[in-house]
């Protein structure tokens, strides 16, 4: 089915304006991944909206259909929860038309590796409640982006993220990366990208520039329950703290992040 297309970014900027900001003003772009890591979703909750990147090509080696588990003790190296997926059109296949190769199995494998590591967390029962939907997702669709989403938006309402969520299939920007990635927040009535560290090594910020976007740099803390933020599951945090304590770390950095775009746009208009 062609996506219905929300809105159209310009052919050019000039002349034009800034579209109203019905989502809020910071927005972050990603890739719907399983089980996010919690770097990646601290990037999320430090957003007023969400755009699902889920029109570009599927990478294997990136973490779109695959977690890092780490066990709840410690004994244990990190595991990969990988769920097997099928590429109808080969390398060149989207991330919304990226197929579970075997939905049932998939299912089993995601519900087990989680018990296994995570069982004895005194949060796991409850996490496990509301695993439920995801589960069933697996016997409902064999798409690998409407599972994916989900077991983010289960993460983000654990922690009360209070978000919305959008899709980049159902705008239209422009092709190249940068651009692309500017066009989508400008066209939502962005004033802020969020943008984490391994977008910094190839973002034009002179894309962002024009539409008047600020681009603000988005890197986790690296101690306490963030040691490990860039490469495990944030499903390890939430079982080792708690949604409630989780929350709390997400509001601080948050506040922490927010406040120094601010700091940064008074500095700018100071000198200006």
């Given amino acids: 089915m062609t996506p219905t297309r929300l809105f159209s970014a310009p052919d050019s900027t000039a002349g034009s304006c800034r579209p109203e900001s019905p989502y809020g003003e ?19 909750f430090t957003a007023d909206y969400w755009i699902v990147l889920d ?10 259909h695959r977690a890092r588990l780490a066990s709840f003790d410690g004994s244990r190296e990190p595991q990969w929860l990988s769920i097997a997926t099928h590429l109808p059109h080969g390398r060149s296949t989207s ?34 409640r509301q695993l439920e939907p995801l589960l069933a997702e697996f016997e409902r669709t064999d798409r690998l982006a409407d599972v994916t989403e989900l077991s983010t938006r289960l993460l983000l309402e654990e922690v009360e993220w209070p ?11 422009r092709g190249e990366r940068s651009q692309r990635l500017a066009d ?42 963030w040691a490990s933020a860039r490469e495990v599951s944030a499903v390890h945090a939430l079982m080792l703290v708690g949604p409630y304590a989780l929350r709390r770390e997400l509001e601080v950095l948050r506040g922490r992040i927010q406040n120094n ?8 208009r100071s000198t200006s």
């Avoid at 978000?163 to 920007?173: E, N, R, T, Y």
């Avoid at 775009?261 to 700018?268: A, E, I, K, L, Y």
């Fill in 26 to 44: 910071v927005c972050a772009i990603h890739q719907p991944n399983l089980f996010p890591r919690l770097a990646t979703l601290a990037k999320l």
């Fill in 55 to 64: 029109d570009v090509q599927f990478a294997r080696r990136d973490y779109q």
């Fill in 95 to 128: 991330i919304r038309g990226a197929r579970l190769a075997d939905p049932i199995r998939c299912r089993r494998r995601v519900a087990q590796l989680l018990a296994d590591h995570y069982g004895h967390s005194a949060h796991w029962q409850a996490f496990k």
């Fill in 163 to 173: 978000g919305q969520i959008l899709h980049s299939s159902d705008l239209l920007a």
């Fill in 184 to 225: 989508l927040a400008w066209l939502t009535g962005a004033t802020t990208y969020l943008c984490g560290t391994g977008g910094m090594r190839y973002l034009d910020p002179t894309a962002f520039r024009v539409h008047s976007i600020e681009v603000l740099p988005f890197q986790a803390p690296t101690s306490g329950v």
């Fill in 261 to 268: 775009g601010s700091d940064r746009f008074r500095d700018v």
